[in-house]
């Protein structure tokens, strides 16, 4: 029986939007677009999402960076201490004070 995951692959349709190539290859933007739109058996449809810039893309850092951390923070809680987290993202958040950590006593922070 196939993953949910399987058949749900069975259903989409991918089509190549040219702009969003395009744009891949220009060196000024190097967008990595994509657009999304649903449709269900019943005719009716989802509006088309389009997304030129994802999260993750230079021209939207300042947007994404909160995001980062808030994912680092999220990967450090699932497998340390509180205590040890705390510690982390204290030194994380301090750029002069990490750069001046040596490697050793960073990395002793996250053994469990």
Same mark, same amino acid.
């Given at each position: 029986?196939?993953?949910?995951?399987?058949?749900?692959?069975?259903?989409?349709?991918?089509?190549?939007?040219?702009?969003?190539?395009?744009?891949?290859?220009?060196?000024?933007?190097?967008?990595?677009?994509?657009?999304?739109?649903?449709?269900?058996?019943?005719?009716?449809?989802?509006?088309?999402?389009?997304?030129? =810039?994802? !999260?993750? @893309?230079?021209?939207?850092?300042?947007?994404? +960076?909160?995001?980062?951390?808030?994912?680092?923070?999220? %990967? *450090?809680?699932?497998?340390?201490?509180?205590?040890?987290? =705390?510690? !982390?993202? @204290?030194?994380?958040?301090?750029?002069?004070? +990490?750069?001046?950590?040596?490697?050793?006593?960073?990395? %002793? *922070?996250?053994?469990?």
């Amino acid at each position: 029986m196939p993953c949910g995951y399987c058949a749900l692959r069975g259903l989409t349709a991918v089509k190549e939007n040219p702009r969003f190539s395009a744009q891949y290859l220009e060196a000024d933007k190097r967008y990595i677009g994509n657009s999304v739109q649903v449709f269900f058996e019943d005719g009716s449809s989802t509006e088309k999402v389009s997304i030129d =810039a994802p !999260i993750g @893309h230079r021209q939207r850092r300042a947007e994404g +960076i909160p995001l980062l951390v808030k994912k680092f923070e999220a %990967a *450090l809680a699932g497998k340390l201490s509180p205590k040890q987290c =705390a510690a !982390i993202n @204290h030194l994380c958040a301090d750029q002069a004070r +990490i750069e001046a950590t040596p490697v050793q006593e960073f990395m %002793a *922070l996250f053994t469990v």
